[in-house]
């Protein structure tokens, strides 16, 4: 259960920490609301985000998990690859400062769900996590992945207003992404060693 949570908070930072839209309008909501405007910010994107992890764990309950868990893992593979690279990429990158003219909530609903690249994370990358976990927990297995990963969220998003709020940015912030880069490429692999030879590397 530990190494899942792990594996999950790892894979999870590829979307959730590398900058981006929504990290650059809580930065800039920060300066005025401090920490509470990222919370609110992570209320908005958790609203968005837990239906469509139910959903998708629908659909894969109308699938049997087994027989698409390897086209899965492929995809989720392949993406999470490409997701690391972008997140070692990234780590050089500023947060730039954004001016919203909605509330932090619907700031958080609003980057969420017109976000492309969260929902093909979700529908590749967490599908495959979903189908593991729903493969480990059962019925649960959804449930439980959601609070794995929702944490991070908020305490990232949290972290970034409160920390632009003192007008200064996180001091580890490149070697946090640049060493999550290089965890993520490496489930990405395993993933892919999976597929290949029916085991994992850790």
């Known amino acids: 259960m530990i190494d899942f ?3 999950v908070a790892a894979i999870s930072s590829s979307g959730a920490l590398a900058p981006g839209p929504l990290s650059a309008v809580t930065a800039a909501i920060g300066t005025k609301e401090g920490w509470r405007g990222g919370f609110k910010v992570s209320i908005g994107h958790f609203i968005v985000e837990a239906p469509l992890i139910f959903f998708i764990a629908f659909l894969l309950s109308i699938a049997t998990i087994e027989s698409i868990m390897k086209p899965l893992a492929a995809v989720g593979g392949i993406f999470l690859i490409f997701f690391g690279y972008l997140t070692i990429k990234s780590a050089s990158a500023d947060l730039e400062s954004r001016k919203s003219s909605f509330s932090p909530i619907m700031t958080g609903i609003l980057l969420t769900a017109f976000n492309p690249f969260f929902i093909v994370w979700w ?11 729903i493969i480990l927990f059962g019925n649960l297995g959804a449930l439980f992945l959601l609070f794995s990963h929702v944490w991070i ?16 940015l996180i001091r580890f912030q490149r070697a946090l992404l640049t060493v999550l880069g290089i965890l993520v490429i490496f489930f990405g692999l395993d993933y892919l060693y999976f597929v290949f030879f029916d085991s994992h590397l850790i």
């Open 5 to 7: 949570i792990f594996k």
């Open 123 to 133: 529908f590749s990358i967490g599908g495959a996590l979903i189908a593991e976990s």
């Open 153 to 168: 969220d908020f305490v990232w998003l949290s972290a970034i207003a409160y920390f632009t709020s003192l007008n200064r």
